[in-house]
């Protein structure tokens, strides 16, 4: 049954604080996000839901930070499910060790978030004013990290690790989880996902921890855009940075990019010329609706078709023979190649029947899908004592109920709680 509370006027600065009780999700979250919504841009408010956890079972805040509402502000439970879950047995799941689920699919590839912390402020990932980070106390420390790392290589079957966040390279003591994660058997392929920032100074040490392969986000060549996107002037850190990465040996780099209608979508071909010529390899990636600001418009993306239809004018494209596997990016040879370019359209082509993933975000829950709305809770099983049997069964439950797809088409798609940098993408 679903529960409404009112609100009553709000003029800035008043804030509101919602209970746990309003858990799973409220309207007020359809209609308060910074800048966007009716009601918001006709009383010329701008309300801010602070942080993903105003939408979790701990309950939020929500401030009002300039203008007001009349009122007949309402909060309404949706009665959706609350975040966290204990994992139901299915008595109907094969006694296989591996992660597999109802659908045939098995995880190989566990994506781990270190931090949901970052030093820059993309627009399509989280507000200027960043997020109400995680308490250290709730974040993983290295050695509960290890232990469920180790679990899943040893005893779940997974065969790669991809360090991810936030922004990874923030998180210290990085380098030694990755030489702990080389030391196990077998030995993993392991891969990191950065923005670049500091990168310069750390891709040797990385390299001879044992990271394998590098992913380093980089969405214009431009640095007033690039301050523009990010909020932060910073575009010759990750350029060096990619540079040091090739030069350590982690290669094939890759960079992702994300392209924006009206910012940045005149770059596909000059970002797709820099890294032919400099050896990189450039993975567009669809815009998703995981920002924190609940921002992302349908309308607004840019589709994988136009970015191929824009990198068509210039170069010749030819779909790569090479065995796609759970890989999210189609790869397309360019110009005859050796160098390919990748189209990861999540949204206009989604590949779930082939994906291979797990994730784990930096305070322990396991996620099936970027777009799960449900997680389970391997921290508090650590912390309460459990084998590492227990816990690899727990996991093994969480992805046998994976669900198909992320649903973005259907009509009841919601959004997950937490937005892509506290899940690690
Ligand atoms: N901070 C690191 C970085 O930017 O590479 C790692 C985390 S970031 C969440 C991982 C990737 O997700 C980046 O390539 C970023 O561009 C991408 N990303 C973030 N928000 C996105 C969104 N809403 N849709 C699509 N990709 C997104
Ligand atoms: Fe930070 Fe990466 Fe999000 Fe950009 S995309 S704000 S670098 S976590």
């Given at each position: 049954m679903r529960a409404s509370r009112g609100l009553g006027a709000l003029r800035a600065p008043d804030s509101v604080t919602l209970t746990p009780r309003l858990a799973g999700g409220w309207t007020i979250g359809e209609f308060a996000r910074e800048g966007r919504g009716a009601d918001a841009g006709r009383r010329g408010a701008t309300v801010r839901v602070c942080g993903w956890r105003a939408f979790s079972q701990i309950g939020g805040r929500l401030e009002v930070t300039h203008g007001g509402y009349g009122g007949g502000v309402t909060a309404s439970e949706l009665g959706l499910p609350a975040v966290r879950q204990?994992?139901?047995?299915?008595?109907?799941?094969?006694a296989d060790a591996r992660l597999i689920d109802t659908f045939g699919r098995v995880a190989t590839d566990l994506r781990i978030s270190l931090t949901d912390r970052c030093n820059l402020r993309c627009s399509y990932c989280m507000p200027a004013e960043g997020l109400d980070w995680m308490p250290r106390d709730e974040q993983l420390t290295d050695d509960e990290?290890?232990?469920?790392?180790?679990?899943?290589v040893r005893d779940l079957g997974i065969a790669e690790l991809r360090f991810?966040?936030?922004?990874?390279?923030?998180?210290?003591?990085?380098?030694?989880?990755?030489?702990?994660?080389?030391?196990?058997?077998?030995?993993?392929?392991i891969s990191l996902t950065t923005n670049g920032i500091g990168?310069?100074?750390?891709a040797e040490s990385l390299a001879s921890a044992g990271v394998n392969r590098l992913n380093v986000s980089m969405?214009?060549?431009?640095q007033e855009r690039f301050a523009t996107i990010t909020r932060?002037?910073?575009?010759?850190?990750v350029l060096e940075g990619l540079a040091a990465a090739r030069a350590a040996g982690l290669g094939p780099v890759k960079i992702n990019t994300v392209l924006l209608r009206g910012l940045n979508d005149d770059e596909a071909v000059p970002?797709?010329?820099?890294?032919?010529?400099?050896?990189?390899?450039?993975?567009?990636?669809?815009?998703?609706?995981?920002?924190?600001?609940?921002?992302?418009?349908?309308t607004e993306m840019i589709?994988?078709?136009?970015?191929?239809?824009?990198?068509?004018?210039?170069?010749?494209?030819?779909?790569?023979?090479?065995?796609r596997g759970g890989a999210p990016a189609e790869r397309w040879v360019v110009d005859g190649g050796p160098a390919v370019v990748g189209v990861i359209a999540s949204v206009t082509r989604p590949f779930c029947g082939a994906c291979d993933r797990t994730r784990l975000t930096a305070d322990g829950q396991v996620r099936s899908c970027l777009f799960a709305r449900t997680e389970t809770d391997l921290r508090a099983m650590l912390r309460g004592g459990c084998t590492d049997a227990e816990i690899a069964e727990t996991w093994r439950h969480a992805m046998w109920g994976k669900l198909a797809g992320h649903g973005i088409d259907d009509p009841g798609f919601l959004q997950p709680d937490r937005p892509m940098s506290a899940i690690g993408g």
């Open positions: 204990a994992t139901p047995r299915d008595p109907a799941r094969p990290l290890m232990r469920l790392i180790e679990i899943a991810t966040g936030g922004e990874p390279l923030l998180r210290k003591g990085l380098e030694g989880l990755v030489t702990a994660s080389a030391a196990l058997e077998p030995r993993p392929d990168l310069a100074r750390r969405d214009t060549l431009l932060r002037d910073r575009l010759s850190d970002l797709l010329r820099f890294a032919v010529e400099n050896g990189y390899e450039l993975r567009f990636i669809e815009q998703m609706p995981l920002d924190a600001q609940h921002g992302w418009e349908r589709t994988a078709g136009e970015i191929m239809e824009s990198l068509r004018t210039a170069f010749t494209l030819t779909p790569d023979p090479a065995e």
